[in-house]
């Protein structure tokens, strides 16, 4: 049986004091303000771990408490986007350290 799928957050639409309050409890939030979000660096850490072995970015911002029901898909997409291009930069820069040595 197909459950129906959970409706994603509007994109742009701040957070109210409630939601804030919520997003500041999760372990993997550090702190947030009505547009932003800052991330814990350990989640930052297992997210690429788990992008890396293939699992869907939602599933693990989902695991984590702030699905995009919470935060939004294209929030989602943006981190995960983000935090992809920041490993593949030390994967580079580690290549190149070693090259020179």
């Given at each position: 049986?197909?459950?129906?799928?959970?409706?994603?957050?509007?994109?742009?639409?701040?957070?109210?004091?409630?939601?804030?309050?919520?997003?500041?409890?999760?372990?993997?939030?550090?702190?947030?303000?009505?547009k932003r979000i800052t991330w814990n660096q350990a989640f930052i850490a297992y997210t690429i771990k788990e992008l890396v072995?293939?699992?869907?970015?939602?599933?693990?911002?989902?695991?984590?408490?702030?699905?995009?029901?919470v935060i939004g898909s294209k929030r989602i997409e943006r981190c995960a986007a983000r935090w992809r291009k920041k490993l593949e930069?030390?994967?580079?820069?580690e290549k190149h350290d070693e090259q020179e040595s």
């Open positions: 049986m197909n459950r129906p799928k959970a409706k994603a957050r509007p994109r742009n639409k701040p957070f109210d004091d409630q939601e804030r309050q919520y997003l500041c409890g999760l372990d993997a939030v550090d702190a947030c303000t009505e072995r293939g699992c869907a970015p939602s599933d693990i911002f989902r695991r984590a408490g702030c699905g995009p029901e930069k030390q994967q580079e820069q």
